[in-house]
């Protein structure tokens, strides 16, 4: 069939370019240590940041939420899809991250994709004369959600606090939304929220901030990137999701209760589609309360010591390590091809890094992608140091 044979010439070119991307089967729960294709892995490629994907007590209250409310919830929440499960965990995430907001409230979504495109979607709807201007590094879903709403989208340079200020004094909207990651996840770096949301607030726009990296690690009780800056102002729109240090799924999205409000009515993509099983939503009750617990201040504080591992650690001298404070701890090569070796090489011992080349990242700046966990030891994440020096110097010319 013709139609067959086109699609299949253009995954011989991705092929043929080395772009072709493979996943691998793990056949064990997320983790640190993994069986991965049936060998054994160490794994500094997850978002698991606190390692709760697999601990025992989310588990348990993930088996407990199936024998409250069975597997599915059957509908979308408006129709009879809204359980007392997503109910109760809005309510606590709106609690946990109140703080920060005014007249806060919470919304539920299947995935951070989703609610970012819902975010935006819901925010646009309300006023035509609409722009959004997005940060250049941020995530896929923000680019997509801009889409989506069909208005005016604006890019800024990165952390170019200056150049946004310039694109909102020229702007005509009478509804403006400046839209963030607060971590980049290719890069590990902080936005320079401060500034924004005073410009924000100078501007009437709204600053909706992607905490998809934060939630759970940053801010002393782990309440994300707001408690981190301790910011707080009706401007606000906060999404933080939960798959990454969270350990479950879904995200949600917190701001003032006219906002969310607006969000349940008008945005499609929470609109139309079925509510995540509230099981997930149970096991997320658990999940929130180690984070807000001493347990989750103590997986923070270990995290932080084995960031300050890598940074004394590496000795580099053509590869470098970003300058990031955070679990995310690129180690830039350059060229795909050395990049690429690399992860393979690595691989090879037992320590799976992702490979981040172009167009995810800038030409000329691929990178192996460290993650870090809560749940690696000390002495893991000093192999992998080790490694990571030994192959700069062997890596060269092969
Ligand atoms: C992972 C991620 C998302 C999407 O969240 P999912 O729950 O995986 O759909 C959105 N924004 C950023 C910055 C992310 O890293």
Same mark, same amino acid.
Do not use: Q, W
């Given at each position: 069939m013709e139609l067959l044979a086109k699609l299949q010439t253009q995954l011989d070119d991705l092929e043929a370019r080395s772009l072709i991307r493979k996943r691998r089967t793990v056949?064990?729960?997320?983790?640190?240590r993994l069986r991965v294709d049936g060998r054994d892995m160490l794994c500094f490629?997850?978002?698991?940041y606190l390692s709760l994907a697999g601990h025992p007590r989310v588990a348990e209250a993930l088996r407990e939420g199936v024998s409250l409310?069975?597997?599915?919830?059957?509908?979308s929440h408006l129709i009879s899809g809204h359980s007392r499960a997503h109910a109760e965990l809005e309510e606590r995430l709106a609690d946990f991250?109140?703080?920060?907001?005014?007249?806060p409230r919470a919304l539920y979504f299947c995935t951070g994709y989703m609610a970012n495109l819902g975010v935006l979607n819901g925010l646009a709807a309300?006023?035509?004369n609409t722009e959004i201007f997005s940060e250049s590094?941020?995530?896929a879903s923000l680019i997509d959600g801009a889409r989506l709403s069909r208005t005016a989208l604006k890019v800024y340079p990165h952390a170019d606090v200056a150049a946004l200020a310039v694109l909102l004094a020229d702007s005509t909207a009478t509804n403006k939304i400046v839209v963030t990651d607060s971590?980049?996840?290719?890069?590990g770096d902080l936005a320079p929220l401060p500034e924004l949301l005073a410009l924000c607030e100078r501007h009437g726009a709204w600053l909706v901030v992607d905490d998809a990296h934060g939630? *759970? %690690?940053?801010g002393e009780s782990g309440r994300g990137a707001l408690e981190h800056f301790d910011l707080r102002s009706p401007h606000l729109v906060y999404m933080g999701t939960?798959?990454?240090?969270?350990?479950?799924g879904g995200a949600f999205v917190a701001a003032h209760k006219v906002v969310i409000e607006t969000l349940i009515q008008k945005s499609r993509p929470y609109i139309f589609t079925t509510g995540a099983p509230p099981a997930l939503a149970h096991a997320l009750l658990a999940s929130v309360d180690i984070i807000a617990g001493d347990e989750g201040r103590e997986r923070r504080a270990h995290l932080q010591a084995l960031v300050g591992q890598m940074e004394r650690g590496l000795q580099l001298e053509r590869w470098r390590l970003l300058p990031?404070?955070?679990?995310?701890q690129p180690v830039v090569i350059g060229e795909n091809a050395e990049t690429m070796r690399a992860a393979t090489a690595l691989y090879a011992q037992g320590l799976w890094v992702g490979g981040i080349r172009p167009p995810t990242v800038?030409? *000329? %700046?691929?990178?192996?992608?460290v993650a870090l966990a809560a749940g690696h030891t000390a002495a893991e994440v000093g192999q992998l140091i080790a490694a990571l020096n030994a192959l700069e110097r062997t890596n060269h010319e092969s």
């Open positions: 056949e064990t729960p997320c983790g640190p490629s997850s978002n698991d409310y069975g597997a599915g919830s059957g509908a991250v109140g703080p920060y907001l005014e007249s309300g006023d035509k590094l941020n995530h971590v980049f996840s290719m890069d939630f *759970g %690690t940053l939960l798959g990454k240090a969270a350990g479950v990031s404070r955070t679990a995310i800038p030409v *000329g %700046t691929a990178r192996l992608r």
